[in-house]
């Protein structure tokens, strides 16, 4: 059972416009919610987060926002450059006793931006 | 600094053969994981390590695979017998600190494993 998904597999967006990648959950205990950016042959990189109780985070040209109510997070690039094409994967972040909890990753949306 | 480390980078096996795929985390990380790509799953957590304890393996999907750390600079990801449906690409990402309490993870570039 996909605990975060995101149902776009792919995405083509002009060089210069907004791309917004899109991610769904369904376990409202999730406390923080990231973005991964990952090129060929090289593992995933961290790319902005942001915790359950705020609904926006901003970081550049990148933006998280979060919708509790929908169980429902974007990630807005703005604006879209060459080498923002790549694999975003979305990924939230359960709570434990640990202190270093895992996290859940969808499967992923392959982003193209067209020069 | 240096990253996550693993190797190899890339494994082509027999079907039956045992695979041992290597991690080394970043110096002074505490947290270890092992997660699994694939195109239908995407990113699969299989086990991951907290100060060289295993805390969670639910995810390691049988007795084939098992994993070990033992030390804090070591990890290991074993499968026994590797089967091709055990084709995939196993990532290694650690963490620690504050940067484990906003699930920041850095990962290796990966070991890509081919079963045949």
């Known amino acids: 059972d996909q605990q975060v998904k995101q149902n776009s597999p792919s995405l083509s967006v002009q060089e210069g416009r907004i791309s917004i990648l899109n991610c769904d959950y369904t376990n409202s205990m999730f406390d923080y919610f990231l973005w991964y950016k990952k090129y060929p042959a090289e593992g995933p990189t961290f790319l902005i987060s942001i915790s359950s109780i705020k609904d926006k985070n901003e970081d550049g040209r990148f933006t998280v926002f979060l919708n509790k109510s929908a169980k429902h997070l974007s990630l807005h690039i703005v604006p879209s450059q060459p080498g923002d094409s790549a694999v975003y994967f979305c990924?939230?972040?359960?709570?434990?006793?640990?202190?270093?909890?895992?996290?859940?990753f969808g499967t992923g949306t392959r982003l193209t931006i067209i020069p | 600094d240096a990253g996550v480390i693993q190797s190899p980078r890339h494994e082509v096996t027999e079907m039956g053969q045992e695979v041992t795929l290597r991690c080394k985390p970043i110096s002074g990380h505490n947290s270890l994981f092992w997660y699994r790509q694939t195109m239908m799953r995407g990113l699969e957590l299989l086990i991951y390590f907290n100060n060289n304890v295993p805390i969670d393996d639910s995810g390691m999907p049988e007795d084939r695979f098992s994993a070990k750390m033992p030390n804090a600079s070591f990890s290991t990801l074993k499968i026994q017998p590797s089967e091709p449906r055990d084709s995939a690409v196993y990532f290694c990402a650690s963490t620690s600190g504050l940067r484990a309490n906003t699930g920041e993870l850095f990962f290796g570039e990966g070991s890509r494993l081919t079963v045949l």
């Open positions: 990924a939230a972040r359960g709570s434990s006793n640990f202190g270093n909890e895992k996290l859940t």
